[in-house]
């Protein structure tokens, strides 16, 4: 297929060096980190030809933006002077543990809910003075351009609505003065117009949906270079459904430096925190955005633990199995009994499960901290969001799946000091849970455009 070439290598940290993101913000490591982001840190990295195989694009029609002729060398070069100054700029912030900016800053970043807060302000400083995005015009609704706003999958119509956003701080006006490409299908809105409604079991493969967005890369990677100058590298999708992971699964190759923003972030399911993004899922109930921010002081949360869902899954089916009804003290239930909503139990409970169900992530992580409950996270091989800045030991708890008879136990054993500690720092992580539209700095968006950032300046491309 002529769309895709590799005629240009470009530079990644080694995998000798773990991961630059965690090694830049993880203030337990032991590294010299003057020496990060060097040359001599980076290396080559060469590709492969991907493989054929895609629909016809004729679905898709262009509405990609219009603007002055812009050089690509100048331009690439330019961009790639600027992370390099960025990358300098973290180093030092690193070294000399305090941050430089060219304006007041009204929210620093500081405590141990930061793996390093000093990597990560001047980071963010950064991204507010360089990082821009272009969207790409190709496709229309309600495939591309276009998401669910409200329920579990909101964040990804909120995302794609904040993005091409003539007010986004973060649009790029060209594409060559962007850092990273977006592209803006919605896999939620897939499904549903798709395959809904599903009839058969056959109805669940998703060749559909790896067709579909296989042929977007194909109509942008014939239209545009951008895809073939990084083989994928500096492009990045967004998706909180469930099936959102299974893109990929026909065409290792192609997807192989694509970034990849998922919910769905299971470790044992390919998700690589090298490469993809852990996000939250947010319920947004009719499109209300903002956290409640509710929920009662710590010393005046009677409940030990709680938990109201389905058996969805075996974590949760293992759950209700030793727990449900059976306790007052550790309140699980598969459905509510009459009384206080589900949300006002929450903000009465000291710890709230967050249990997986058929996949690993779920909207009541979110919702603990919402209500200033401490997560206790019960999953396996769940990469949980933005942990490479937030150092989740310090606003959570996690249990083994295989300790879930030992809840009650785990739970009374922890000192109220140290439980204090933890609300208390469930209260200041939440405004990077927090769904703002326009999008404020260090609330949710800015924290996955942040970490898109930091995979951007994770390589370099030849300019």
């Known amino acids: 297929m002529a769309g895709f070439s590799c005629s240009i290598s470009f530079v990644l940290i080694p995998s000798s060096l773990i991961l630059i993101i965690f090694l830049l913000f993880c203030s337990s490591f032991n590294v010299d980190y003057s020496t990060l982001f060097t040359p001599s840190n980076l290396r080559k990295t060469h590709h492969t030809n991907p493989q054929h195989g895609f629909l016809s694009n004729s679905m898709y029609r262009s509405n990609a933006h219009k603007a002055g002729t812009i050089k690509k060398k100048s331009s690439?070069?330019?961009?790639?002077?600027g992370l390099?100054?960025?990358?300098?700029?973290?180093?030092?912030?690193?070294?000399?543990?305090?941050?430089?900016s060219q304006k007041e800053e009204t929210f620093i970043p500081r405590g141990s809910i930061y793996r390093n807060p000093y990597a990560f302000h001047q980071s963010h400083i950064e991204m507010m003075k360089r990082f821009k995005v272009w969207t790409y015009g190709e496709g229309e609704q309600p495939l591309v351009h276009h998401g669910p706003l409200k329920d579990i999958y909101a964040i990804e119509g909120q995302f794609i609505d904040e993005i091409e956003s003539d007010k986004s701080h973060f649009r790029a006006r060209h594409p060559e003065e962007a850092h990273v490409f977006f592209l803006p299908f919605s896999v939620a809105n897939i499904v549903d117009y798709v395959y809904m409604p599903i009839t058969t079991e056959t109805d669940f493969y998703r060749d559909r949906l790896q067709r579909i967005v296989m042929d977007y890369i194909k109509v942008v990677a014939d239209k545009h270079s951008y895809w073939n100058r990084s083989n994928g590298a500096d492009h990045f999708m967004l998706s909180c459904h469930d099936w959102a992971p299974d893109i990929s699964v026909p065409n290792h190759e192609l997807y192989k430096n694509f970034i990849r923003a998922l919910c769905n972030a299971n470790t044992s399911e390919g998700f690589m925190p090298i490469r993809d993004?852990?996000?939250?899922?947010?319920?947004?109930?009719n499109g209300t955005l903002g956290a409640p921010l509710l929920g009662e002081a710590p010393n005046n949360r009677p409940i030990l633990a709680f938990f109201g869902g389905r058996a969805h899954g075996d974590i949760r089916k293992s759950l209700l199995n030793n727990w449900k009804d059976k306790d007052s003290d550790v309140q699980v239930h598969e459905y509510l009994p009459i009384g206080p909503s589900y949300t006002k139990i929450m903000g009465q409970t000291k710890y709230c499960l967050c249990a997986s169900g058929f996949e690993v992530a779920s909207p009541r992580v979110v919702?603990?901290?919402y209500m200033g409950c401490v997560p206790v996270i019960i999953s396996d091989s769940y990469n949980l969001p933005f942990s490479d800045v937030l150092n989740w030991s310090q606003f959570s708890i996690q249990i083994p799946v295989e300790k879930i008879p030992d809840i009650k136990k785990i739970l009374q054993g922890i000192p109220y000091e140290k439980y204090s500690k933890l609300q208390k720092n469930v209260i200041k992580v939440q405004r990077h849970f927090v769904l703002n539209r326009p999008a404020k700095p260090f609330d949710v968006l800015h924290m996955v455009l942040h970490s898109v950032w930091l995979r951007r300046l994770n390589f370099a491309l030849p300019a």
């Open 367 to 369: 919702e603990a901290i």
């Open 76 to 81: 690439l070069k330019i961009i790639e002077v």
């Open 84 to 100: 390099a100054k960025a990358r300098a700029a973290i180093r030092e912030a690193i070294r000399s543990r305090r941050c430089m």
């Open 277 to 285: 993004i852990s996000i939250p899922e947010i319920y947004v109930p």
